[in-house]
Nanobody
Framework: QAQLVESGGGLVQAGGSLRLSCAAS????????MGWFRQAPGKEREFVAAISRGGYHTAYTDSVKGRFTISGDNAKNTLYLQMNSLKPEDTAVYYC????????????????????WGQGTQVTVSS
């Protein structure tokens, strides 16, 4: 049974940094494309960042480009999201997701692309 567990969320002041982690178990991490999504109160879940199988390609939503970095560690079966220069509008529950794919070139940006989801971790940025 595949399981994704996020950690690293918390309360931070605007301009600060956090690093989210997503520990994967029950799946072969290197066979999956991975992504981060977020959902603010009253809003739909939205794409934040994605990394292709093997880590060859990444994609980001425009609002986080230059501030967030997605990466993965196959040896630790862990996905990361480094978030710098945080803004109050980044406040949301952050979810990681995994998609089993044979393709190494494609990061996936749609919520319905993904097969497995974590339970989420809250990120709150105060102004």
């Amino acid at each position: 049974q595949a399981q994704l567990v996020e950690s690293g969320g918390g309360l931070v002041q605007a301009g600060g940094s956090l690093r989210l982690s997503c520990a994967a178990s029950g799946l072969t991490f290197g066979s999956y494309a991975m992504g981060w999504f977020r959902q603010a109160p009253g809003k739909e879940r939205e794409f934040v960042a994605a990394i292709s199988r093997g880590g060859y390609h990444t994609a980001y939503t425009d609002s986080v480009k230059g501030r967030f970095t997605i990466s993965g560690d196959n040896a630790k079966n862990t996905l990361y999201l480094q978030m710098n220069s945080l803004k109050p509008e980044d406040t949301a529950v952050y979810y990681c997701a995994a998609k089993n794919t044979p393709y190494y070139t494609l990061p996936f940006v749609a919520t319905n692309d993904y097969d497995y989801w974590g339970q989420g971790t809250q990120v709150t940025v105060s102004s």
